[in-house]
Nanobody
Framework: VQLVESGGGSVQAGGSLRLSCAASGFIFRLWDMYWVRQAPGKGLEWVSR????????DYSDPVKGRFTISRDDSKSMVYLQMNNLKPEDTGKYYC????????RGQGTQVTVSS
């Protein structure tokens, strides 16, 4: 199982970023996929989930209405479009397979300045 996140960066509050996660080593279309994040000095926080069917999607309250998760099973990719970013969105973002605590990649850093 390999998950490789990309697309992070430094932006000002109100800006946007699109995170990507490239998956390999498993049958991607069969798995629910998650985005989770970890702020400096804090624990892992669930951000969003997209089920294997692609239709059932959930967001945590802090990101609802600002973030959009999607997947492309033909490319084994999952994405997180993040709009209207806030300083509290700062952290390392990971995609995870199956559950919040499932296999993760190395993560991609997102830094939002006020």
């Amino acid at each position: 199982v390999q998950l490789v996140e990309s697309g992070g960066g430094s932006v000002q509050a109100g800006g946007s970023l699109r995170l990507s996660c490239a998956a390999s080593g498993f049958i991607f279309r069969l798995w629910d996929m998650y985005w989770v994040r970890q702020a400096p000095g804090k624990g892992l926080e669930w951000v969003s989930r997209i089920k294997a069917d692609g239709y059932i999607i959930d967001y945590s309250d802090p990101v609802k209405g600002r973030f959009t998760i999607s997947r492309d099973d033909s490319k084994s990719m999952v994405y997180l479009q993040m709009n209207n970013l806030k300083p509290e969105d700062t952290g390392k973002y990971y995609c995870a397979r199956g559950t919040v605590n499932g296999n993760r990649g190395q993560g991609t850093q997102v830094t939002v300045s006020s």
